[in-house]
């Protein structure tokens, strides 16, 4: 395991960040009317949390010095990964069919769900 001290970017810097991104995909799906897009921000989201999920398994892997700690947060975020896989196919495929019956990906647009 790396020691804490090798790591030039302190953990703290990486939950900035991952707070950062989650702003940035929360600002995205509240401002956006495009569907693609508030699927982009949420996919940010995800990301966001898949970061802050590395950066906790590493700083509780470093200070326990277990494997089982470090292993928790990558386990998380693989489980994070394949729900934003479903959520992406989902999401695409409901947008091919309204894209085909309205013509349109404006969520706007999709608010009475009668074709």
Do not use: H, N
């Given at each position: 395991m790396i020691p804490v001290?090798?790591?030039?970017i302190p953990y703290t810097w990486v939950l900035a960040l991952s707070a950062v991104l989650f702003a940035v995909g929360t600002l995205g799906v509240l401002l956006r009317r495009n569907g693609i897009a508030i699927f982009l921000s949420l996919e940010i989201m995800l990301n966001s949390a898949n970061l802050a999920f590395a950066a906790f398994a590493f700083r509780f892997a470093s200070d326990h010095?277990?494997?089982?700690a470090a292993?928790?947060?990558q386990v998380f975020i693989?489980?994070?990964i394949a729900v934003a896989a479903a959520e992406a196919a989902v999401g695409l495929a409901l947008f091919i069919v309204l894209f085909r019956?309205?013509?349109s990906i404006d969520v706007e647009r999709a608010n009475i769900l009668r074709w």
């Open positions: 001290e090798a790591v030039p010095a277990t494997a089982a292993l928790d947060g693989f489980f994070v019956c309205k013509g």
